[in-house]
């Protein structure tokens, strides 16, 4: 079945610089890949998401890119700031329509 | 607004005594799921519905059930509870599945057991 590995577990940079998140997966057939950001005691919230047929996808500071060939997908964030800090998780779509592959999640802190 | 709701916001049970905790949704959405996230861990699927189907994930014990009387309500019953099942139970919907549209999470329910 899918397998996703994502790095760092933890990562800290200072308030105006850049994050990136990476994740890997192991079933090629997987066409789906959202990210979710969850503050400390809230719900995980969507923050975006890309199809295997798109390589790269922008909202404002927030952007994903995608490798086919390498099976490996990224968040970008850029100008980081406070609110940033929370836990991301990249998940990926198994042969399903309704189970998600959910990385081990990453704790972004940004430092003042 | 629209959204995913769930009561309570915390949740305390002894050991053994049968809890229920509940979610309803205004989305009108056809799939409901149910997850449990441990601290520090990402949310792991228990079981979804879809429309009235119940699909049981392979490794969820058979101490969690699930009722789902309409669209708009689930439930989730733990028969038993151990220590072990202390963690967040979050409540999600979809409209069709994940591939068509993405998971709105409520707030959860955060589980003790004493």
């Known amino acids: 079945g899918e397998n996703v590995e994502q790095h760092p577990s933890t990562l800290s940079v200072q308030e105006g610089d850049s994050a990136v998140i990476k994740c890997t997966y192991s079933d090629s057939a997987s066409n789906y890949f959202p990210w979710y950001k969850q503050e400390l005691g809230k719900r995980p919230q969507l923050i975006i998401d890309?199809?295997?047929n798109v390589g790269e996808k922008k909202d404002q500071r927030i952007a994903v890119t995608l490798n086919k060939t390498a099976k490996h997908f990224s968040l970008h964030i850029t100008e980081t700031q406070p609110e940033d800090s929370a836990v991301y998780f990249c998940?990926?779509?198994?042969?399903?329509?309704?189970?998600?592959?959910w990385g081990a999640g990453t704790k972004l802190i940004i430092k003042p | 607004d629209a959204m995913v709701i769930q009561n309570p916001r915390y949740q305390v049970t002894q050991f053994g005594k049968p809890v229920t905790l509940s979610c309803s949704q205004t989305l009108n959405h056809n799939v409901m799921y149910w997850y449990q996230q441990k601290s520090s861990q990402a949310p792991k699927l228990l079981f979804h519905y879809y429309d009235k189907d119940f699909n049981n994930e392979a490794d969820t014990p058979d101490n969690f059930q699930s009722r789902r009387p309409n669209t708009s309500f689930c439930f989730l019953d733990i028969r038993s509870p151990g220590l072990g099942d202390a963690a967040m139970y979050l409540c999600?919907?979809?409209?069709?599945?994940?591939?068509?549209?993405?998971?709105?999470f409520g707030n959860g329910t955060r589980l003790t057991v004493t």
């Open positions: 998940a990926a779509s198994e042969d399903s329509n309704y189970q998600l592959i």
């Open positions: 890309i199809r295997s």
């Open positions: 999600a919907t979809s409209r069709g599945g994940i591939l068509y549209s993405p998971l709105h």
